[in-house]
């Protein structure tokens, strides 16, 4: 599980399709922001947050399709499905190198980026936290969903439109934990939430996927 963890890294940082993308559409999407609103210094960081978040949550989605797609496609699941190697563990894997090349530098990048919309150092530090705790889920469900579009013809969409719904309480829980931290408000409830759908994520999803990619790959 760990070579296959460190192989699906490896081709990610190598090919840029999940590393690269997801930082560059993250920064684009925090660049157009003030463009469009203007330069109201006050309204910007009211939105803050949530579209820090928002832009987070977006860019993970950009390499879901990856995550398994790849190896269907070149028979490398196939081969995994022969192996002693349990689905369960070939989507742990999977999941963990989506969120080390993905999550985790979108985690550090948020606070650097949101200097541009008004976010000072403090409220920053409560983004970066809060995605650190958020973005596991996000990687998880986006894997699960992954495994269940395996195999359909232009399954990008169908993916979308199945996780969307399902990161809307992460997204939620994130977004409050950072804009109660700027209002000087306590923010730990929300990232234990946070933190509890990671963890539910994390209990759950690896046998409803496991599930999936049996069917899949009979």
């Known amino acids: 599980m760990i070579q296959l963890f460190l192989r699906d890294v490896g081709l990610s940082v190598r090919s840029g399709g999940g590393f690269g993308l997801a930082l560059i559409f993250f920064l684009i999407v925090v660049t157009l922001i003030p463009f469009a609103l203007g330069p109201d210094q006050a309204a910007l960081a009211v939105i803050a947050p949530g579209v820090l978040w928002l832009g987070a949550l977006l860019a993970c989605l950009l390499s879901l399709d990856r995550i398994f797609g790849l190896d269907y496609e070149d028979g490398t699941l196939d081969l995994l499905a022969t192996s002693p190697l349990p689905p369960e563990a070939v989507y742990i894997a999977k999941a963990a190198a989506h969120w080390l090349t993905t999550g985790l530098p979108l985690s550090l990048a948020a ?5 541009l919309l ?6 920053g530090k409560i983004l970066c936290l809060s995605l650190l705790l958020g973005t596991p889920a996000l990687s998880l469900i986006g ?12 399954g990008g969409l169908l993916l979308s439109l ?22 000087g408000l306590a923010y730990d409830v929300a990232l234990v939430l946070l933190s509890a759908i990671s963890l539910g994520a994390a209990a759950i999803l690896p046998f409803a ?3 999936a990619l049996r069917i899949n790959l009979r």
Do not use: C, D
């Open 111 to 115: 606070p650097v980026l949101g200097v």
């Open 118 to 123: 008004n976010l000072n150092f403090e409220t």
């Open 143 to 154: 894997a699960f969903g992954a495994s269940l579009t395996l195999g359909v013809k232009r």
């Open 162 to 183: 199945l996780v969307l719904p399902l990161y809307v309480p992460s997204l939620i829980f994130g977004a409050q934990a950072v804009r109660l931290a700027g209002q």
């Open 209 to 211: 996927s496991g599930a």
